[in-house]
């Protein structure tokens, strides 16, 4: 999902308005309307989840989301629900949430504006829409907002005779504007029927997946907000290695064992994996079985290659934050930490000295902890953030 | 400059120093601590940390936080399992740990002789065999000579005491081919002892393991098994493997 940060269509093409409406214009059952409180616990979510995997939105982790729009589709059905995304008390963006599980949960977001909250678009549309009326000697009644499909935002204005009745309808491309005549292109287009009921058929269990999923990490995490908020972060299923050829090999080779069990199935297995890492970084192995920091990245990339996955990114990081080590533990990607000095970790005897571990997880209440792997027993420990003289991190991203 | 601006500065000089000053001369090893060592060379399955409810756990903790408690060390460990999961329950092709490796336990039918030490029981799949893997570790090369020699003495009083050759395969390109082993025949139990030195790459490590089975059997037999468990921890890097000198 792509932030937009203006809402594009201008120059539809028919084809695909025909088929976006299409797809949306099937109505909603009651079993698969969302409520607009069911969607504004969703958009509260997603506008702080986003900063999570979006730079660029970093103010809105803190942002509150308040109502908006209700959008229709063409058959007079609920189709998505927009809220502003407020950030310090400011106007910050907005967030489309569908209506209906038959689409997909999040629609847009951008920190822009809806077409219909653009003063300069509205008031064009209501201009065409009135010229129309008068050219059938009626009035242009109040717009009800149609959102089709992506950036696909119309307004419907009843057209109104003397006697206060509805008589007919105009329906204007508020992106544009221009009036769309949706009844004549959709006859205009040949498309197989079979063909599109099968698209929407597996739109819908797509965006069913979705629903579930989002539902379930709204679940899993932290009422009070997102990932990055959170006061406990744990990737669990990261093997436990005991010190073998060093530390900084073995602490490395419980990040690779960890995506060996989750999607990278080469590497080889403990013992051969933790080896061929102490050769490629340069351990003295067999020697004193000492690696130096600068080496570990390279080594790890290196290993990877060697097994066929060139994809994996290694980077030594000599300015560890503890935002960043949540960010990773939230983003479920273990890595290692290179200590100098270090302190001594829970239920161990010895400080750690130079050491290289494995950080999983982190706990952020009254003193910030990260939780290690630390290769000198199969247990997890935890470590105070900063109770070592350095750190370096290796981020460890396939 | 502002203050602020200065001791960001500062911090700035500070980090550089230690990373582009320090850093290069010193080198990670992190060597485990003795009361690690002491069960080093006992065999034990794979772990992984342990699957739990985060959210649950840290409701919990968040209630206790805006109660006034201190989330601390001990709290988080009454509520995170630590302890991790083992992976699959039979390891080195056909053994299973009985419990737990007790550590600071020293090893049943024989003398004590250091401070760090401990044992482990297995069982193997397919028969009714008990094994037994102990370990005594010595940072102090006196001593751990005065604790061979009493070992010595002790097995060559209670059961039938030789030097044999054994050899292993192991997982490993780099695993010694054979070496030597002292071979020890008892009632109670029989098996082999090793001595494997300075195999952290450093010098003052000392370690006398056996591996062996409990109760009168054929060692002969059970050779093929006690290797497997040998190989399971069997050191791959520098040091020096043998068998007890007397």
Redesign the interface.
């Known amino acids: 999902m792509k932030g937009r940060t203006k809402p594009k269509g201008f120059g539809i093409a028919a084809m695909m308005a025909v088929l976006l409406i299409a797809a949306v214009s099937a109505p909603a059952s009651a079993a698969t309307s969302v409520s607009i409180e069911d969607a504004e616990t969703v958009a509260s979510f997603y506008v702080q989840y986003i900063p999570t995997f979006i730079d660029n939105y970093s103010e809105w982790q803190e942002a509150t989301v308040e109502q908006s729009t209700v959008y229709y589709d063409l058959d007079g059905e609920k189709s998505a629900y927009a809220f502003n995304v407020i950030g310090n008390g400011q106007y910050a963006g907005y967030i489309l949430v569908s209506a209906t599980r038959d689409n997909y949960p999040i629609l847009e977001f951008s920190e822009g504006r809806t077409p219909d909250a653009i003063t300069e678009l509205t008031t064009r549309s209501e201009t065409l829409a009135q010229e129309r009326a008068d050219e059938n000697g009626l009035t242009a009644g109040e717009a009800k907002p149609l959102y089709l499909g992506a950036t696909f935002y119309y307004a419907e204005y009843p057209l109104i005779d003397d006697r206060g009745e509805v008589v007919d309808c105009v329906v204007v491309d508020l992106t544009v504007p221009v009036i769309v005549d949706l009844g004549e292109s959709r006859v205009e287009i040949p498309i197989d029927e079979k063909d599109l009921l099968e698209q929407q058929q597996m739109k819908r269990q797509e965006a069913n997946a979705l629903w579930d999923a989002l539902e379930e990490k709204m679940k899993t995490t932290s009422p009070e907000g997102p990932a990055s908020s959170r006061g406990l972060g744990w990737i669990s299923g990261v093997p436990a290695y005991e010190w073998h050829c060093g530390c900084s090999p073995t602490a490395s080779g419980m990040v690779l064992g960890y995506w060996d069990s989750h999607g990278y199935p080469n590497f080889p297995s403990e013992t051969t994996l933790i080896e061929e890492l102490a050769v490629a970084m340069g351990t003295e192995w067999p020697g004193n079985e000492a690696t130096w920091p600068w080496e570990i990245s390279g080594g790890i990339e290196e290993v990877c290659e060697n097994h066929g996955y060139s994809n994996f990114d290694a980077s030594n990081d000599c300015w560890m934050t503890w935002s960043e080590v949540k960010a990773e533990v939230d983003a479920s990607k273990p890595f290692v930490i290179s200590m100098l000095q270090g302190g001594t970790g829970s239920g161990q005897s010895q400080p750690y000295g130079e050491h290289s571990v494995t950080a999983l997880g982190y706990s952020d209440y009254d003193e910030d902890y990260v939780f290690i792997h630390d290769t000198w027993d199969e247990h997890t420990h935890m470590i105070a953030f900063g109770n070592w003289w350095a750190a370096m991190a290796t981020w460890v991203r396939p | 400059m502002s203050k602020i601006a200065a001791i960001a500065a500062l911090f700035m000089v500070a980090?550089l120093f230690?990373?582009f000053i320090?850093?290069?001369f010193?080198?990670?090893?992190?060597?485990?601590?003795s009361?690690?060592m002491q069960v080093?060379y006992l065999p034990?399955p794979?772990?992984?940390?342990?699957?739990?409810n985060?959210?649950a756990?840290?409701?919990i903790?968040?209630d206790m936080?805006a109660n006034g408690t201190?989330?601390?060390?001990t709290v988080?460990?009454e509520y995170?399992?630590?302890?991790?999961v083992v992976?699959n329950e039979t390891f080195a092709e056909y053994f299973s740990l009985i419990g737990d490796r007790k550590k600071g336990a020293s090893p049943p039918f024989f003398p004590a002789l250091s401070q760090y030490c401990g044992y482990a029981n297995y069982s193997r799949t397919g028969s009714d065999d008990r094994y037994l893997a102990g370990e005594w570790y010595f940072d102090d090369s006196e001593e751990f000579s005065r604790a061979e020699k009493k070992l010595y003495r002790y097995i060559e009083e209670h059961g039938r005491v030789s030097t044999v050759e054994l050899n292993i395969s192991?997982?490993?390109?780099?695993t010694p081919k054979n070496f030597d082993a002292t071979k020890y025949e008892c009632e109670t139990t029989s098996g082999y002892f090793l001595v494997y030195k300075n195999t952290?790459?450093?010098e003052g490590d000392y370690f006398i393991v056996y591996y062996g089975v409990v109760g009168p059997v054929d060692l002969l037999n059970q050779t093929p098994f006690l290797k497997v468990l040998i190989a399971d921890r069997y050191p791959?890097?520098?040091?020096i493997v043998g068998d007890l000198t007397s």
Do not use: M, Q
Request: hydrophobic letters at 40%; a negative charge; one cysteine or more.
């Open positions: 980090g230690v990373w320090v850093l290069p010193v080198s990670l090893a992190g060597y485990p601590p009361d690690c080093w034990s794979d772990y992984v940390d342990e699957e739990f985060v959210s756990v840290e409701a903790l968040d936080a201190c989330i601390n060390e988080l460990a995170i399992p630590l302890g991790g992976v192991k997982g490993s390109r780099y952290f790459g450093h791959t890097g520098s040091g």
